[in-house]
Every structure is written in C-alpha cells, then in structure tokens.
C-alpha cells in the first residue's frame, strides 16, 4: 500500500481506469463473438448486422488506446471476409 500521497493518488486512478477499460473491452469482446456465433450458425442476415455493431465497437476500442489499429482492422478484415464468403 503506497504512503505518498501522490501514489495513493495514482493508485485510484489506476484502478478507475481498470475497470473502466475492462467494461469497455468486455463489450467490445462480446460484439466480436455475436458476429462469430451468427456465421458459424449459417445466419448471414444476422451476421451482417451484428458486424455493424462490432465495427464501431473496435473503432471505440482503438480511440480509447484498449487495442492497437491494426489489430482491429485485421478483426474487421477477417469477419467481413468470412461473412462474404458464406
């Protein structure tokens, strides 16, 4: 347990951003796998709208530094892709 007061400081900061940057990547997580789960059942239709709401979530990801971009747009590649080719 720190006994400065600015590390104390830094201490609740560190843990608002935590659980802050959990929730988000949690969602973000969670849109990538409805996209997923839609194109392993065969549901194009559902697929193609679960990806419209997992691209801005990866876009939120990337502005609020949780991923890096290329990593989201590999993401966005690679579901768009696997959705074309059903």
Request: net charge positive; proline share 2%; hydrophobic share 35%.
């Amino acid at each position: 347990m720190p006994n400065i007061t600015s590390a104390k400081k830094r201490a609740r900061q560190s843990e608002k951003r935590r659980i802050r940057n959990k929730h988000q990547r949690s969602g973000m997580r969670t849109a990538v796998k409805s996209v997923v789960y839609a194109i392993d059942a065969g549901e194009k239709e559902t697929a193609t709208t679960a990806l419209k709401v997992a691209v801005p979530a990866l876009d939120r990801a990337v502005t609020k530094g949780l991923i890096h971009k290329n990593k989201a747009a590999r993401h966005k590649s690679r579901l768009a892709g696997r959705i074309a080719s059903m």
